[in-house]
């Protein structure tokens, strides 16, 4: 085979570097030579880019067969490169979806796993590695093993949400889960400022088992924290349309914003209009699942929007000790800094993970896209500090920026173990990425 | 519609495995590797193909087994009412000629040896009063081209070989369907910088399969590959020797 160049690969924040694409059908035989796996790209910043000193990556795309599924119980496995959205398309009609679902389908198995991957039901139903029966995985001395909470239960818990850094995960099994109708009954209230916001997300947390919220990161003062709460469940069949969702027209972004497109003035507009839109204080009604668990889904390419220098997503979670105030304070850094963003997502988490980094805990998490202008690395470093007083950390699926020594000191004793379990099944650091270079020194 | 599929587990003939098995064909995969076949066979089984589709081990190297082996799909799916043939062998052109032996197996697999399966299908479909056989050939066959002189070479003689088994047996009830695919995005292109009006495997499925249900003869795939194979046939020897495609 020949050897295929260097390209460049980015993250969907568009943040890149040079790399080489293994490509093909069989993991197993193309897992041999690569130091990473990478699936749809779609975690934003650098998690899924080679380091400089090994380009090689596993393009698992092609391997996307499904191996087994039992209607009966909802037991699933497929190959990791299985995109969501090819599993949607098959098993939602069927009246199945996965237990745990980010807000793209544009995701394979792979990187559910890897990322560990939390939704809008994280308060009732944890995280997707919660859900997650078995792995076979390639490890760094050779070996094809299965790996699951009985067998070799450390590199288990080490890969649930360890970034690819443990090793290829080559199928995932999981369970399915069954659902009354592909629609959603969906309620969205308008919310005044962020102690509010927490409350209501509390209440909600109890009756719903979607909830998320949208918030105007422009607001200051007393509104700061104003936005609108979603939540939603199942539609049952006697409430639902008759015929399944249409998919509808999908537009595409097909070139580069300039970046001039997005500033404060075009994000305040808009940010605006959309607190406005919901006029009234409560309103419901039925949706698709598609427009519900995937808004943006609807346009493809939307990272377009902010040009050739890209964004980042800045997502922590505020664990429940740090207090009620403990998000003001962060969004505060953030107004007091003029960091404009664009999309600013809160949701409250329920229950502690499963994996060694994994990313949630009960606490209340914020996500911000930020464009990248110079200041930027300036803004991390100031949401970061405050992040840590906080006892807080972040999700390395969205992360390009943070610096060293803020990681190590969020996650503390967790890293000693996750570095215990990469010394335990890859002494000699043949997975790492260039995030894992960034942020472990690999 | 009962189909013998030789090439499904991987790019273009997955996908069109795929769109089958989504609406209920029946399928026997033919290939050389078994537990790569039942992978694929368990996939089109939870897609809708039914729990148990056949598989049954054909190397397009080996051209004697041929007749048994379509033989063996057509008992185990109970009938037979179409043959199709993705798989191929590909090489870029500085590679074969740094390589003999694999030029040398290029153009027996992707013409003799496929001619020779056709030749078998062909005669098992007679037999049973007609069907289709759907080949998968290339717009690389369509002009003698810099970078694709061996294997355009091959597949210039399979879509001439397809295209007169049409003229000969239409009339028997033999539809013979020649898929000529442009630049489509699969493991095998992977690495190469795709050019303006590459296709997806799935949309060159749905193509195909729409041939296969209609008889259309003669598929190019994206549609845009028709227009541009047309100017590319048109241009003068001048220009040919001048350009690198």
């Known amino acids: 085979m020949v050897e295929p160049p260097l390209s460049t690969l980015s993250g969907w924040g568009r943040h890149s570097a040079q790399g080489r694409e293994r490509v093909g059908e069989d993991l197993e035989q193309i897992s041999q030579s690569a130091h990473l796996s990478r699936g749809l790209g779609r975690s934003y910043g650098d998690s899924s880019l080679p380091s400089e000193a090994q380009p090689d990556v596993l393009n698992t795309t092609y391997a996307d ?22 599993l949607n398309r098959l098993l939602m009609p069927r009246g199945f979806f996965t237990p745990v679902s980010p807000g793209t389908s544009f995701v394979t198995l792979g990187g559910m796993v890897a990322a560990d991957i939390h939704g809008k039901n994280q308060h009732k ?6 859900h997650v029966t078995a792995l076979k995985m390639r490890v760094a001395d050779g070996r094809v093993l299965e790996c699951s909470p009985e067998r070799h239960p450390d590199l288990f818990r080490g890969t649930i949400g360890g970034m690819g850094l443990t090793g290829h995960v080559l199928e995932v099994e999981f369970g399915m889960r069954r659902i009354p109708s592909p629609w959603i009954w969906q309620e969205s209230r308008r919310i005044h400022d962020i102690d509010e916001f927490q409350d209501a997300l509390e209440d909600a947390a109890t009756n719903w088992p979607y ?37 509808g027209f999908q537009p595409s972004l097909r070139f580069d914003w300039p970046s001039w497109v997005l500033n404060g003035l075009t994000i305040r507009l808009f940010n605006e209009l959309y607190y406005r839109k919901q006029w009234r204080r409560e309103s419901s009604g039925i949706v698709s699942n598609q427009s519900f668990t995937y808004p943006l889904d609807a346009i493809r390419s939307w990272n377009r929007m902010y040009g050739r220098r890209g964004f980042t997503q800045y997502q922590c979670v505020l664990p429940r000790e740090a207090g009620r105030s403990s998000a003001r304070r962060v969004l ?48 991390v470093d100031a949401l970061n500090e405050q992040v840590l007083k906080e006892g807080g950390r972040i999700y390395l699926a969205k992360d390009s920026f943070t610096r060293r020594e803020h990681f190590e000191a969020m996650e503390g004793s967790r890293l000693d173990e996750f570095r215990a379990i990469r010394d335990q099944w890859d002494p000699e650091r043949r997975f790492r990425s260039a995030q894992s270079v960034r942020l472990l020194g690999d | 519609m009962k189909v013998a599929f030789l090439g499904a587990t991987k790019g273009m003939g997955r996908a069109l495995g795929r769109l089958m098995a989504e609406r209920g064909d029946e399928l026997c995969l033919l ?5 790569d076949l039942e992978r694929s066979a368990a996939d089109l089984g939870v897609r809708g193909a039914g729990p148990t589709t056949p598989c049954v081990i054909c190397d397009l190297e080996q051209p004697e087994t041929f007749d048994d082996v379509i033989r063996a799909a057509r008992e185990a799916l109970g009938g037979l009412d179409a043959v199709v043939v993705t798989a191929g062998v590909f ?37 049973e009063g007609g069907g289709a056989l759907c080949a998968f050939s290339s717009v690389a066959g369509e002009r003698g081209r810099k970078p694709v002189i061996l294997y355009g070479a091959a597949k210039a003689g399979l879509t001439r070989y397809l295209e007169a088994l049409d003229h000969k047996h239409h009339a028997d009830g033999l539809r ?14 992977a690495g190469l910088d795709p050019p303006p009006f590459a296709g997806e495997p799935e949309g060159v499925a749905r193509q195909v399969l729409r041939a296969i249900d209609r008889g259309t003869p003669v598929v190019y795939s994206p549609s845009a590959w028709r227009l541009i194979m047309a100017i590319i046939r048109a241009l003068p020897r001048s220009v040919m020797r001048r350009v690198g495609f």
């Open chain 1, 65 to 86: 067969r499904i191996l087994s599924f039992d209607e009966a119980t909802g037991a699933f496995r497929a190959e990791a490169g299985l995109s969501l959205r090819d």
């Open chain 1, 125 to 130: 139903d944890g995280n997707f590695g919660d």
């Open chain 1, 211 to 247: 909830t998320m919220g949208w918030i105007d990161c422009l607001a200051s003062g007393k509104n700061m924290g104003r936005g609108i709460m979603m939540t939603g469940r199942w539609a049952e069949p006697s409430e639902a349309p008759i015929n399944p969702p249409s998919s």
């Open chain 1, 332 to 379: 505060e850094v953030l107004t007091a800094r003029g960091g404009a963003s664009f999309l600013c997502v809160i949701k409250d988490f329920g229950r502690d993970s499963l994996g060694v980094l994994s990313f949630p805990r009960p606490g209340i998490t914020l996500a911000l896209d930020i464009a990248v202008r110079d200041d930027t690395q300036a803004l």
């Open chain 2, 31 to 35: 290939g050389r590797n078994l537990a």
């Open chain 2, 91 to 127: 090489a870029p052109q500085d590679e074969l000629e740094q390589d003999p032996e694999l030029a040398e197996r290029v153009l027996r697999v992707d013409f003799t040896n496929t001619v020779m399966f056709c030749e078998a299908a062909k005669r098992l479909l007679l037999a």
């Open chain 2, 176 to 189: 013979v369907i020649t898929v000529k695919p442009g630049f489509v995005k699969t493991s095998m292109t």
